[in-house]
Nanobody
């Protein structure tokens, strides 16, 4: 079992930046795909970014491409989401998730989830 804890959320003005962290404990995540998802009030959960086990491959939702960067430090058991040029529409609860060997954007294949961290972007 992997436990995931997100941090780094907060309130920021449009155009600002935040870096989210996801700390893992329990089983190692060094061979796991890791992803970030988000869910705004009244909306479906949506894929944001995914990174493979080595950090050598990453994919992004079109809405964040060029602004967000996912990375990982397996020695620290931590996954990051650097968010730049934030927009009001990025306001959501952001969740970190682990998927084992699966590499993709389908949340149903992710086995471990954090509790989420709130990101609010003011205009």
């Amino acid at each position: 079992q992997v436990q995931l804890v997100e941090s780094g959320g907060g309130l920021v003005q449009a155009g600002g930046s935040l870096r989210l962290s996801c700390a893992a404990s329990g089983r190692t995540i060094s061979r796991h795909t890791m992803g970030w998802f988000r869910q705004a009030p009244g909306k479906e959960r949506e894929f944001v970014a995914v990174i493979n086990w080595s950090g050598g491959s990453a994919e992004y939702a079109d809405s964040v491409k060029g602004r967000f960067t996912i990375s990982r430090d397996n020695a620290k058991r931590t996954v990051y989401l650097q968010m730049n040029d934030l927009k009001p529409e990025d306001t959501s609860i952001y969740y970190c998730a682990g998927a084992g060997a699966y590499y993709g954007y389908d949340a149903d294949y992710y086995e471990s989830w954090g509790q989420g961290t709130q990101v609010t972007v003011s205009s």
